[in-house]
């Protein structure tokens, strides 16, 4: 089972970045996945997740502006990110979990995300 993002680099503040994650040896059919951030210092950070059902979550600092999505089909998870503000500067980890638990245990590679001001 493995996890690869990316999509990540440097972007004036108020541009556009796709984020992009591509999952092997698992079905999205199964799983609940979303994105996550990082920022040295600071605790991981759950952005948006969606689940099998296609249920959506954002934390509300990113909430308007981001927009995940997922094809089954291609096991292909995105994040859309406009209206970029130095803030979400981050490591961007996509992460899946079985829908039977409430936590995440397959991690990907992150993929750096830079905005500058």
């Known amino acids: 089972v493995q996890l690869q993002a990316s999509g990540g680099g440097l972007v004036q503040a108020g541009g556009s970045l796709r984020l992009s994650c591509v999952a092997s040896?698992?079905?999205?059919?199964?799983?609940?996945i979303g994105w996550f951030r990082q920022v040295p210092g600071k605790a991981r950070e759950a952005v948006a997740c969606?689940?099998?059902?296609?249920?959506?979550y954002y934390d509300d600092s990113v909430k308007g502006r981001f927009t995940i999505s997922s094809d089954h089909a291609k096991n292909m998870l995105y994040l859309q990110m406009n209206s970029l503000k130095p803030e979400d500067t981050a490591v961007y980890y996509c992460?899946?979990?079985?829908?039977?638990?409430?936590?995440?245990?397959?991690w990907g590679h992150g993929t750096q995300v830079t905005v500058s001001s």
């Open positions: 992460a899946a979990r079985p829908s039977s638990i409430n936590r995440y245990t397959i």
């Open positions: 040896g698992l079905s999205f059919d199964d799983y609940a």
């Open positions: 969606i689940d099998k059902e296609g249920s959506t």
